[in-house]
């Protein structure tokens, strides 16, 4: 590097004028600042600013060394964080591309991500489904246990849950497995993405919501317990005992870390909440929050032997829009991590029944009034002003 050569350059020598002739004396000279005899000729004020003198010619090497070892120091740095954020980028599954999805929502204001929890069993072995109490194949089709629309805007962060067992109208759509046709009809939301994937989901989410999705991000099972481990677990505190048996849940009141396998059974779990669904997704929103705070601690950004491990175990089975990369995935990370630090809210979609009667089963019907003007609030970026918060 030619500038960091010019900057480290030796000085050149500093040679003081040769003093005029004097006959040889003895002299007995005080010692200068230093303690140190003063040479001849050199005395009061005028051997003081020579003996300075001195001293900042020998301190210069040593202040050679430290600016080397600084230029030094940063060029390792940001050669690291570059290295690290390209590798990081090649490793993002961009396989949804939602410029192709038909019937799109126009623009709105602000920002908007749609953030799915799915439970894909990629990469886990036998043992490890049996540990985490997920049953199912690694090539059983995907479904969706979380679904949560967040946006960012003007007026800060707000996470909106869309529970699965939403009562919504699923547009017109073709089975990619069967290229059969079918009409636009009632179902649950978490159908959507099991008969159609992240494009049916997309299109039902904007045309029940009318907000436009910007961003997309799913992420599985293995992954989600990967970045739980790699960064440490992350404490949480629980207001009562959490135990369901089907999730394999069994955590005690008051604060406590979560590893990898206690975290997918806490944010999974439902059946001992009143509220079902709504109560699980209180449990994921909270949960999410607190994971981006835990990771965005020095002690795991400024740690390399935490940040490789961290981003390989998410990315491995991380999908996202193929217009989506490291700065949009930072900006969502900042976004829930300002939620703990109230800048946002966390919300359920506005419900009317807990338990609507269907054909496909019990259903959860949202408040079209207060539902609409939620979304209506996101699109405009507007503050909030509808819900409860998490």
């Known amino acids: 590097m030619d500038q960091a050569g010019t900057v480290n350059s030796p000085l050149p020598d500093v040679r003081a004028p040769a003093p005029a002739p004097a006959p040889p004396v003895r002299f007995e000279a005080p010692g200068g600042d230093d303690g140190r005899a003063v040479r001849p000729g050199r005395v009061g004020p005028e051997a003081g600013r020579a003996g300075r003198g001195r001293r900042a010619v020998r301190r210069s090497p040593r202040r050679r060394r430290i600016r080397r070892t600084a230029i ?15 590798w990081a980028d090649t ?16 623009q709105g204001r602000g920002t908007n991500y749609l953030i799915v929890g799915s439970d894909s069993r990629v990469g886990l072995s036998d043992r490890a ?16 246990d979380s679904m949560i629309l967040l946006h960012t805007g003007a007026h800060g962060t707000t996470m909106v849950s869309l529970p699965r067992d939403s009562w919504v109208t699923i547009p017109p759509y073709i089975r990619p497995d ?12 978490n159908a959507a993405f099991s008969f159609g994937g992240p494009d049916l989901l997309v299109r039902t989410i904007e045309r029940n919501t009318g907000v436009h999705v910007d961003h997309y991000t799913e992420i599985g099972f293995a992954g989600f317990v990967g970045i739980v481990n ?3 677990g992350v404490p949480i505190c629980l207001d009562r005992d ?14 406590q870390t979560l590893d990898g396998r206690t975290a997918l059974a806490f ?37 390399p032997a935490k940040v490789y491990p961290t981003m390989s175990a998410g990315l491995g089975t991380l999908i996202v829009d193929k217009d989506t990369g490291l700065t949009n995935l930072t900006s969502l990370f900042k976004a829930m991590k300002g939620v703990t630090a109230g800048d946002g809210k966390r919300l359920n979609v506005p419900v ?33 002003t509808v819900g409860e918060k998490g």
């Not at 940001?78 to 954020?85: E, I, K, M």
């Not at 909270?286 to 795991?300: C, E, N, S, Y």
């Open 72 to 86: 030094l120091l940063v060029t390792v740095l940001l050669s690291g964080s570059l290295g690290t954020y390209v």
């Open 91 to 106: 490793q993002l599954n961009r396989e949804v591309d939602l410029d192709k999805i038909a019937d799109r929502m126009p």
């Open 129 to 144: 489904k049996k540990d985490l109490h997920t049953g199912g194949s690694a090539d059983a089709g995907r479904r969706t």
């Open 178 to 189: 069967t290229g059969k046709h079918y009409r636009a009809a009632k179902n649950k939301l």
């Open 230 to 232: 790699a960064i440490g």
């Open 242 to 255: 959490v135990r369901d048996k089907k999730s394999g849940a069994n955590l005690k009141k008051g604060c």
């Open 267 to 303: 944010v999974r779990q439902r059946h001992q909440e009143a509220q079902g669904d709504l109560g699980r997704s209180q449990n994921q929103q909270k949960f999410l929050a607190a994971l981006a705070r835990k990771a965005a601690t020095p002690g795991i950004l400024l740690d």
């Open 352 to 384: 009317s029944n807990l338990n609507l009667r269907t054909p496909k089963g019990s259903a959860v019907q949202w408040n079209e009034a207060k539902a609409k003007e939620l979304f209506t609030e996101l699109n405009d970026d507007r503050p909030v």
